[in-house]
T-cell receptor, first 110, second 114 residues
Framework: TQLLEQSPQFLSIQEGENLTVYCNSS?????LQWYRQEPGEGPVLLVT?????EVKKLKRLTFQFGDARKDSSLHITAAQPGDTGLYLC??????????FGKGTLLTVNP | NAGVTQTPKFQVLKTGQSMTLQCAQD?????MSWYRQDPGMGLRLIHY???????DQGEVPNGYNVSRSTTEDFPLRLLSAAPSQTSVYFC?????????????FGPGTRLTVT
């Protein structure tokens, strides 16, 4: 069974601060996805990383895939209240199934 | 495109009752799946389908049935509801085959079993 550990589980910060969320595993994934979920809604895909060492940027969000494709990080610069939500990482192995981490609940206070 | 739609949005059942959660997508995706989301447990895969007529079990299939008669629809049936099935249920779809297969999620069904 492939497991993804996300840390921290909860994060509460002030507007304008920077933060990093981590997603770690002992397994290798062919790709890794990051989703954001807002209360009462389904997860929405933010980005997919495929290549070891890959870095993708989405406005103030920077995603990195580890060289060995076992881990990933999400860095948010100058967080805003609109960034509040549950951030989920999901790794795809050699089959159709996605393995989800348990998520990081981020609260950005104005 | 409506994307992935789910009905109902909320449902309360009594122990032992049965019901069907509906899921439909209009993106012509081959792959569809059902997840449940519980506090502290993340998203857990219940059942999935790689195309019409093909279904398979996920991580937590007990107490649930699925069928896939068309590409668009993938209903989830609770045979005899139990309080342990109180959860938020999400349906998702994606393309299958080669590629990263990003999933599109529906808005969820919040189910309470008393």
């Amino acid at each position: 069974t492939q497991l993804l550990e996300q840390s921290p589980q909860f994060l509460s910060i002030q507007e304008g601060e920077n933060l990093t969320v981590y997603c770690n595993s002992s397994s290798v994934f062919s790709s890794l996805q990051w989703y954001r979920q807002e209360p009462g809604e389904g997860p929405v895909l933010l980005v997919t990383v495929v290549t070891g060492g890959e870095v993708k940027k989405l406005k103030r969000l920077t995603f990195q895939f580890g060289d060995a494709r076992k881990d990933s990080s999400l860095h948010i610069t100058a967080a805003q209240p609109g960034d509040t939500g549950l951030y989920l990482c999901a790794g795809r192995g050699s089959n159709y199934k996605l393995t989800f981490g348990k998520g990081t609940l981020l609260t950005v206070n104005p | 495109n409506a994307g992935v739609t789910q009905t109902p949005k909320f449902q309360v059942l009594k122990t032992g009752q049965s019901m069907t959660l509906q899921c439909a997508q209009d993106m012509n995706h081959e792959y569809m799946s059902w997840y449940r989301q519980d506090p502290g447990m993340g998203l857990r895969l219940i059942h999935y389908s790689v195309g019409a007529g093909i279904t398979d079990q996920g991580e937590v299939p007990n107490g649930y049935n699925v069928s896939r008669s068309t590409t668009e629809d993938f209903p989830l049936r609770l045979l005899s509801a139990a309080p342990s099935q109180t959860s938020v249920y999400f349906c998702a779809s994606s393309y299958s085959g080669q590629g990263t297969r990003e999933q599109y999620f529906g808005p969820g069904t919040r189910l309470t079993v008393t």
